[in-house]
C-alpha cells in the first residue's frame, strides 16, 4: 500500500463544475503539498499545508491531520484547469524528500 | 532568478550509452533533489544534496546512477550503461529550508531505444 493514496485516479467534467480531489496518507507529516503538472512535465507548487485552509483564486486546499486526509477544490473549473494534480507529503521523520501520490489526471471540458 | 532550470529537456539516447542531465537550482537555495517519474506514476525520489554534501540516496539508484554538486551549486546526473528501464521524466526541485516549499524544474525526459 502507497503511504500517500489519491481519488480519483482520472476525473473528466464540464466547464464550470466544482472539482474535489482527494488525498489519503498513512504516516505522520510536517506537510502536505498540492502540486500540478501540464504535459510536458513541468511541475508547480500550488499549496503547501500544515494545518487548516489555503485560498488562491479559484482553488482551495484543505487538510485534516487527525484523519490524514486532504482535499483540493477547484471552483468554476475551465479546461485551462486540465492537468495532472498531484499529492505530495514531507514524513515527519527528519528526512527531507517528498513522497508522491500516484496524480489525479483531470480533464475540463468546454 | 528564472528558477529552477534542467538541460536537456528531452534526450533520446541508445542504449548502453551513457547520459548526463544538468540542474540549475534558485541560487540562494541549499538543498537539491533528484526524482524520476515514470508514465502514469508520481515522482520517486533518487537522491538529495545539502549544498555539495550528497545526504541521501534511493535504493533506486543503483551503481550505474550517480549524482555530484560541485562547489553546491549546480548538480549533473549520469547514467552509465542506459536500460530501456531507464525511460522517465527525470525532475529536479530545489529548496531554501523544506518548510519554505519547493521549486520544480521543467524536467528532463529520457527515452532508451
Known amino acids: 500500500k502507497n503511504e500517500v493514496e489519491q481519488s480519483p485516479q482520472n476525473l473528466t467534467a464540464q466547464e464550470g463544475e466544482f472539482i474535489t480531489i482527494n488525498c489519503s496518507y498513512s504516516v505522520g507529516i510536517s506537510a502536505l503539498h498540492w502540486l500540478q503538472q501540464h504535459p510536458g512535465g513541468g511541475i508547480v507548487s500550488l499549496f503547501m499545508?500544515?494545518?487548516g485552509k489555503k485560498k488562491h483564486g479559484r482553488l482551495i486546499a484543505t487538510i485534516n491531520i487527525q484523519e490524514k486526509h486532504s482535499s483540493l477544490h477547484i471552483t468554476a473549473s475551465h479546461p485551462r484547469d486540465s492537468a495532472v494534480y498531484i499529492c505530495a507529503v514531507l514524513l515527519l521523520l527528519g528526512n527531507e524528500k517528498l513522497t508522491f501520490g500516484t496524480g489525479t489526471r483531470l480533464t475540463i471540458i468546454p | 532568478d528564472t528558477g529552477v532550470s534542467q538541460n536537456p529537456r528531452h534526450k533520446i539516447t541508445k542504449r548502453g550509452q551513457n547520459v548526463t542531465f544538468r540542474c540549475d537550482p534558485i541560487s540562494e537555495h541549499n538543498r537539491l533533489y533528484w526524482y524520476r517519474q515514470t508514465l502514469g506514476q508520481g515522482p520517486e525520489f533518487l537522491t538529495y544534496f545539502q549544498n555539495e554534501a550528497q545526504l541521501e540516496k534511493s535504493r533506486l539508484l543503483s551503481d550505474r546512477f550517480s549524482a555530484e554538486r560541485p562547489k553546491g551549486s549546480f548538480s549533473t546526473l549520469e547514467i552509465q550503461r542506459t536500460e530501456q528501464g531507464d525511460s522517465a521524466m527525470y525532475l529536479c526541485a530545489s529548496s531554501l529550508y523544506s518548510v519554505y516549499g519547493y521549486t520544480f524544474g521543467s524536467g528532463t525526459r529520457l527515452t532508451v531505444v
Open positions: 499545508l500544515s494545518s
